[in-house]
């Protein structure tokens, strides 16, 4: 079955960077949207990247443009999301998506249009 693990959350400083993983498997990579979510305290989950795997078309929120980046490495099965000058208000809960119902990475900022979910990795950043 299709499996996302996440992990390279921790804690940083304001001003520092840190790189997600997402280890994907169960499907074919490399055909499919991949999406970074993330929630923080009290709010609803929100979209931050994505990247239509099978052509390396990216996405971002306007509120990380500049900041993070996101790739793949098919080799690997994986997606990164490189996560530079963090604020404090980028702490939160980080989730990779998969499993799109819509072509591409068509719908990528809503929840619903993930089929599939990592269990998260927590992003603190300390002001």
């Known amino acids: 079955q299709v499996q996302l693990v996440e992990s390279g959350g921790g804690s940083v400083q304001a001003g520092g960077s840190l790189r997600l993983s997402c280890a994907a498997s169960g499907y074919t990579f490399g055909t499919e949207c991949v999406g970074w979510f993330r929630q923080r305290p009290g709010m609803e989950r929100e979209g931050v990247a994505a990247?239509?795997?099978?052509?390396?078309?990216?996405y971002y929120a306007d509120s990380v443009k500049g900041r993070f980046t996101i790739s793949q490495d098919n080799s690997k099965n994986t997606v990164y999301l490189q996560m530079n000058s963090l604020k404090p208000e980028d702490t939160a809960m980080y989730y990779c998506a998969t499993g799109t119902r819509w072509p591409a990475c068509m719908k990528w900022r809503a929840v619903p249009s993930f089929g599939y979910w990592g269990q998260g990795t927590q992003v603190t950043v300390s002001s």
């Open positions: 990247i239509y795997t099978g052509g390396g078309f990216t």
